[in-house]
């Protein structure tokens, strides 16, 4: 089966301008996580969508964060305006329902914002 | 409130040797944990997981230890390889369905030829 595939890979904005990352989920998991690691420090909880829900965005740093997942497939994760804080790694990850499903994580979308 | 630490950031291991990642997590109420692999530009690699109902479980080469006495898991990487270099990640689970997965910072785990 497909993995968890994000896109770009690489993005490199200036502060202030808009960037809108993808995510495609393995095929049938009603689970999408966005996890960020910024500075090689820990793996982050940004946000979890069952399928087209918000199940939880506690993890979102501010309103300038935006996460959608119209239709229960793709997410896009929107940064608008980008600060420099706002670098690092940002990662997708799914599972299938159960709390005992573990994620699979896609490659991540490296963020630069200078 | 919820945290998942790891003793040591980094680890240096001679080929061949046994490699034992430690963790400590501060959730009681933790009910799933999970060892995640991270190699350079690649997204967390699932290694292997246990349910707070157990105390050790086994994969190829790989052996999780949990004690909740004490908070604490561990990985065990048996005959570690080159190709076992990269970051390791604890993280773990509360019991509902809706819980989201907490990371620890990760320890580099490099191997000696």
């Known amino acids: 089966e497909a993995g968890v595939t994000q896109f770009p890979s690489h993005s490199v904005i200036e502060k202030g301008q808009t960037v809108t990352l993808r995510c495609d989920p393995i095929?049938?998991?009603?689970?999408l996580y966005w996890y960020r690691r910024v500075m090689g420090k820990e793996i982050k909880f940004l946000l979890h969508?069952?399928?087209?829900?918000?199940?939880?965005e506690s993890g979102m740093p501010n309103n300038r964060f935006l996460a959608e997942r119209t239709g229960g497939t793709y997410s896009t994760l929107k940064v608008q305006p980008a600060e420099l804080e706002d670098s690092g790694v940002y990662f997708c990850?799914?599972?299938?329902?159960?709390?005992?499903?573990?994620?699979?994580f896609g490659n991540g979308t490296r963020l630069t914002v200078t | 409130g919820e945290s998942v630490g790891l003793h040591l950031p980094t680890l240096s291991v001679q080929e061949g040797d046994n490699s034992i990642i430690n963790c400590a997590y501060s959730?009681?109420?933790?009910?799933?944990f999970i060892w995640y692999k991270q190699e350079s530009g690649k997204g967390p690699q699932f290694i292997i997981d246990?349910?707070?109902?157990?105390d050790k479980r086994q994969g190829q080469r790989v052996t999780v230890l949990l004690n909740k006495t004490v908070k604490h898991l561990s990985l065990q990487i048996a005959a570690t390889q080159p190709g076992d270099s990269a970051v390791y990640f604890c993280?773990?689970?509360?019991?509902?369905?809706?819980?989201?997965?907490?990371f620890g910072s990760g320890t580099r785990l490099s191997i000696r030829p």
């Open positions: 990850a799914s599972s299938q329902p159960g709390r005992g499903s573990p994620l699979h």
């Open positions: 959730n009681s109420a933790s009910d799933y």
């Open positions: 969508f069952v399928k087209e829900s918000k199940q939880d």
């Open positions: 993280a773990e689970k509360g019991i509902s369905s809706a819980s989201k997965i907490i």
């Open positions: 095929s049938g998991h009603d689970n």
């Open positions: 246990i349910r707070s109902n157990m």
